[in-house]
């Protein structure tokens, strides 16, 4: 594989796949699948993505078969952890949060077994496929249960009678409820994050590792933004202002023969919602255009 092009390591099929992919077409990555469906060759960049197992992406990674990794921080901190107990240098750089793969790592038992406070938990068995953030969590809480490692279905753990109670990752919750487990405590937040080699890049790759990083800002930024038009009496415009969600400085416009009325422009980095536009029709503006925005660069 050619030396001069960035390596990314994504999930091969999982739930952070089609967002990883997504992520990187929209920071204008135009890319094409290899026959072994292991390998997608950058058309229009010097970067390549490679499909793997989530759990293999923080070692190719650290050991710089990839240059860069997308993977959840729970999968990452498991591997630190397991790094750090067999003494092993256990350093990961994260360069930075992506804003999908949400959830969080918590402990549940089951909806009729009573719990106040982790010393609740003492004595029992726990199971779960994190064992090494479990056992931190545990070890801060000075609770002392024994961890059961499974390697997956940990939610029907209790009901084979193999746990008094889990430790499993959560979105919606709708797993534990169809499983008849109640969340009690939270031990880990995740989402996917961007990771890097701890080998320094030459200076093409870091140049075009620094352009994408500025690319997902902008995308990031973009998810939720929205540019507005409105025209509104000059009177209002202190009003107006206010009222426009996450805008730093609208650009206003004289309006040909109407010398009382302006337009104004605005970047709004939050959703507008209609309440704001009834509001700003309230406040005196009138011809009020929302628009998608597709792309930023700060
Ligand atoms: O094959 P590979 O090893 O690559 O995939 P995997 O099966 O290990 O991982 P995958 O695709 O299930 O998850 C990849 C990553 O997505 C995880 O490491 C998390 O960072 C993130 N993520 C986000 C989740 C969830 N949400 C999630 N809900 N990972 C797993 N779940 C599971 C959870 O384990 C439980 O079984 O979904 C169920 C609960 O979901 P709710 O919505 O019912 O609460
Ligand atoms: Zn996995």
Redesign the pocket.
Known sequence: MDKQRLKVAI???????DHSLDLLTRCGLKYSRGKDQLLCFGENMPLDVLL????DIPDLVREDVCDLGI?????LEEKRLSLVAQGLPSQFIELQALDY???RLVIAVPEDRPYQSPTDLNGLRIATTYPHILKKWLADHAVNASVVVLS?A??IAPRLGRAEAIC?????????S?NRLREVSTVFE???VLIQTPVPLSPDKLAWLNRIRLRIDGVQQVKESKYIMLHAPRSALADIRRLLPGSESPTIIPLEGHPERVAIHAVCRENVFWETLESLKAAGASAVLVLPVEKMLA
Do not use: F, H, I
Not at 71 to 75: L, Q, W
């Open positions: 999930q091969k099929s999982g739930r952070l796949t793997m197992r989530d759990d993977v959840g921080r729970n999968v793969g949400r959830c997956g940990v939610e499993d990752l959560v979105a919606t919750g709708g797993t534990l169809a995740s989402e996917a």
